[in-house]
């Protein structure tokens, strides 16, 4: 018996909350399709459709999470942002309900972000909605409205992806009767690899070291010959551009039509272009195309956030899925408990 290293296509849960279509390119969430729920809903609306409520308030929490910052001790100084989000988690009480671990992730993202750079906490406002003031947070001052509709567009598109590494290691925590705090330190430390949430940055650090349309292949060439991987290329389930993809990209143009813009959806189209070609020719049976990271990092760049806190925004996004799968999977669930092939050989 051969083992499954990655467990493709192995159904380990029956869940409502999100459908992956790989071959098709489509992706629904609670019931709706990304495209529409990105375009209609705040990252409220989205949370009360995962966790089956009629609606969800966040701003008691953010306080809550606040008013707990002090008791962090040095968790939030951490120079990587996901450490700093992991050990911060953790100091939450076990006994946290979803709404107050998906509030305080995205607090204490915020708030790393101003600590890096040694720039003032503003403290929560209760009655704004959770996109715009943790913008407010982070950028010292209230967003103006697109950017908001930006980032609730971001946050509602990540909330959940089927049985993705992050989400699977929260049930598989889930699985084992811990509590949900658990469940979400582990799902943030799966989702800090970079071949699961960490490549939005290094999609960023890529524009910049292609600089313009024209080396595009040739830099890209280049990072396959040296044997690095694509960053923001690729996916374990599309065999089609992520649609995810196509949401944020949407999302940028919109604000670029609303006059926020940093210059590079441009140059990101053109390297996306490219790095398919580059990819095509290299892979030729394997569609390897643009993920959701990809336009993360030009979203994210456009409101402002530091390339440092483009995977806690991520957290703070998917945390929202993450608490809902801990609940179906402690209603429904099984403890998941694989099995491995013994060999004296070494792996
Ligand atoms: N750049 C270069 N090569 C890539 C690639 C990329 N972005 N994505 C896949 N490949 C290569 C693989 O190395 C593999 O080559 P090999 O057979 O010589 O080892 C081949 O293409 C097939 O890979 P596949 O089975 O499609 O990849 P996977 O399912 O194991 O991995 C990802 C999926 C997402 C991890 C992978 O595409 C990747 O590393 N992408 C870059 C990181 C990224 O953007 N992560 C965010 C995901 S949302």
Known sequence: M???AGLDGVVVAQTRLSDVDGEAGELVIAGESVEKLAARATFEQACALLWDEKSVDLGPARQAAFARLQGLGTALDAPDGMDALRAATAHLPQES????????????????????????????????????????????????EPLVRGLDAYLVTVT????????FTARV??????????????????????????A??????????????????????AELAAGRRIMGMGHR??????????????????????????????LARAVERAATQVLARRYPDRQLQANVEFYTAVLLDTLGLPRGAFTPAFAAGRTAGWVAHVDEQRRTGRLI????????DPC
């Open 200 to 221: 939005p940055g290094p999609v960023l650090d890529m524009l910049e070291a292609v600089g313009a349309a024209a080396n595009a292949e040739s830099w890209l060439g």
């Open 173 to 198: 925590i889930a699985s084992t009767g811990s509590d949900l705090v658990s469940a979400v330190v582990g799902a943030i430390g799966a989702l800090k690899g970079p071949l699961h949430g960490g």
């Open 160 to 167: 959940d992806h089927g049985m993705n590494a992050s989400t």
């Open 97 to 144: 309900t979803k709404a107050e671990i998906t509030a305080a992730v995205g607090v204490f993202a915020a708030v790393w972000a101003r600590r890096q750079h040694s720039l003032t906490l503003l403290p929560p406002d209760a009655r704004l909605t959770h996109a715009a003031d943790l913008l407010r947070m982070m950028r010292g001052e209230p967003a103006p």
């Open 237 to 266: 389930i599309y065999r089609v551009r992520d649609p995810r993809a196509a949401v944020l990209e949407k999302a940028v143009e919109g604000l670029e039509a609303a006059g926020f813009t940093t210059g590079r959806l441009t």
């Open 337 to 344: 408990r694989p099995a491995s092939r013994y060999s004296r």
């Open 2 to 4: 051969g083992a499954d």
